[in-house]
């Protein structure tokens, strides 16, 4: 997957403010990681028989989460924010319409077939960590889930003597929500995101119902 260079860019910046802020003065009332980038795989689950990946699967997110603590100390909180994700899939489940309506197939002879995905994204997280005002570098385990709608999804089959591209599908679903679980130190921390419900609605591939799933695993970024 071909990520655009300006995510690198942003990410880039954002560890500079990051970078920055460890030289400010002390505050009681200071709040944590509210800016956020995430590098992800991901994985397809309760794929039907033939659909198989065979490809890298990457995603990228990027977004702001309001940091909210509850306690005294500062080490519980919640956080609420909204971002934007980019995710694809590599995998041979060939998408295609004909006459107003959508056939999933199994992909065969083909030189790439890719599934992707753009959303805006809620993500909600109760957080524990063990910060100080004076301590920039600290354990961190945010649990909670993500709401996604997604505002644009595209299938393109390429084979030596046919392209076939659909976009919006309507047997996918636009609404999106799961479990996530980010867990560290300091800047690298481990992700997870574990979808709830399928990707399609009604879909069916060889008379079985298509309850495919997303599972995304990789490194979150924390910046205040």
């Given at each position: 997957?071909?990520?655009?260079?300006?995510?690198?860019?942003?990410?880039?910046?954002?560890?500079?403010i990051?970078y920055?802020?460890?030289?400010l003065l002390?505050?009681?009332?200071?709040l944590?990681?509210?800016?956020?980038?995430?590098?992800?795989?991901n994985?397809?689950?309760?794929?039907?028989?033939?659909?198989?990946?065979?490809?890298?699967?990457?995603?990228?997110?990027?977004?702001?989460?309001?940091?909210?603590?509850?306690?005294?100390?500062?080490?519980?909180?919640?956080?609420?924010g909204?971002?934007?994700?980019?995710?694809?899939?590599i995998?041979?489940?060939?998408?295609s319409?004909?006459?107003?309506?959508t056939?999933?197939?199994?992909?065969?002879?083909?030189?790439?077939?890719?599934?992707?995905?753009?959303?805006?994204?809620?993500?909600?997280?109760?957080?524990?960590?063990?910060?100080?005002?004076?301590?920039?570098?600290f354990?961190?385990?945010?649990?909670?889930?993500?709401?996604?709608?997604?505002?644009?999804v595209?299938?393109?089959?390429?084979?030596?003597?046919?392209?076939?591209?659909?976009?919006?599908?309507?047997?996918?679903?636009?609404?999106?929500?799961?479990l996530?679980l980010?867990?560290?130190?300091?800047?690298?921390?481990?992700?997870?995101?574990?979808?709830?419900?399928?990707?399609?609605?009604?879909?069916?591939?060889?008379?079985?119902?298509?309850?495919?799933?997303q599972?995304?695993?990789?490194?979150k970024?924390?910046?205040?």
């Amino acid at each position: 997957m071909k990520i655009p260079h300006y995510w690198f860019i942003v990410f880039l910046l954002t560890v500079e403010i990051n970078y920055a802020q460890n030289n400010l003065l002390s505050d009681d009332k200071y709040l944590e990681d509210q800016i956020y980038v995430s590098l992800t795989y991901n994985l397809l689950l309760n794929k039907p028989p033939l659909i198989n990946q065979n490809g890298f699967s990457g995603g990228v997110s990027l977004g702001f989460i309001k940091d909210l603590p509850i306690n005294k100390s500062r080490t519980l909180g919640f956080g609420v924010g909204i971002g934007y994700s980019y995710n694809a899939l590599i995998q041979n489940l060939k998408i295609s319409q004909i006459n107003g309506t959508t056939i999933f197939d199994e992909a065969v002879n083909f030189t790439s077939n890719k599934l992707t995905i753009k959303s805006v994204d809620i993500p909600i997280e109760f957080r524990w960590r063990n910060s100080t005002p004076l301590k920039f570098k600290f354990w961190r385990i945010y649990a909670g889930m993500k709401l996604s709608y997604v505002t644009a999804v595209k299938s393109k089959f390429r084979s030596s003597t046919e392209l076939v591209s659909t976009k919006n599908s309507t047997e996918f679903n636009r609404f999106q929500y799961g479990l996530t679980l980010a867990a560290g130190y300091g800047t690298w921390n481990l992700f997870i995101y574990y979808a709830l419900n399928p990707l399609f609605d009604n879909a069916v591939f060889n008379t079985n119902k298509i309850e495919l799933k997303q599972l995304n695993v990789g490194l979150k970024f924390y910046i205040m």
